[in-house]
């Protein structure tokens, strides 16, 4: 399967390489609609190529990067790869702080995190609420904040059905656009 380039460190299936190709494409349509200049559409599209490239890695490969021996396994992927992005040169804050922050939300983030943030809720190929997801993804170019605000209502009640812990970010998200 081809799509969005990936750094050679990434750890990724298939599985997971459609997903992020997914997410990329509709940031990508969504920057064209919006007609985003070349560079916040660029941030958009790196973004998500970069959000899940260590999706895939063990918690023995990830925090010893991240270095936090209390992170859950599962939040991991984010905060290793926005890391290793730093490492190798990537110094677009708005970039970083969406790869880092992209699983449990951020309230600071600029559009790119945002953008993310929905994009990874709403990209087609999950199977929950596919027409509401659907609906809402339409609706990204011309209510971005509205759509957004709706998305972080869905993550959050999902967190709480599952019976997950709400993170101190996400809580803080919540608070900052509702």
Do not use: C
Not at 13 to 37: F, P, Q, S, Y
Request: charge should be neutral.
């Amino acid at each position: 399967m081809t799509g969005p380039v990936l750094p050679d460190w990434a750890i990724v299936g298939e599985k997971r390489r459609a997903h992020i190709a997914r997410v990329t494409g509709l940031l990508d349509r969504w920057a064209a609609t919006m007609r985003l200049n070349a560079d916040e559409a660029q941030a958009w599209h790196d973004a998500g190529r970069w959000h899940d490239a260590f999706r895939d890695g063990t918690p023995e490969v990830l925090r010893p990067l991240v270095g936090d021996p209390d992170m859950l396994d599962g939040l991991l992927h984010g905060p290793a790869a926005a890391v290793r992005l730093e490492r190798d040169g990537e110094t677009r804050r708005d970039v970083l702080e969406a790869v880092r922050w992209h699983t449990v939300g951020y309230p600071r983030w600029e559009r790119t995190g945002r953008a993310l943030f929905m994009a990874d809720v709403l990209e087609p190929g999950r199977r929950f609420m596919s027409t509401d997801r659907a609906f809402l993804a339409a609706q990204v170019p011309v209510n971005f904040d509205g759509v957004f605000r709706q998305v972080v209502r869905m993550r959050l009640e999902w967190t709480l059905r599952e019976g997950n812990r709400i993170h101190t970010e996400t809580a803080e998200l919540w608070n900052s656009v509702r």
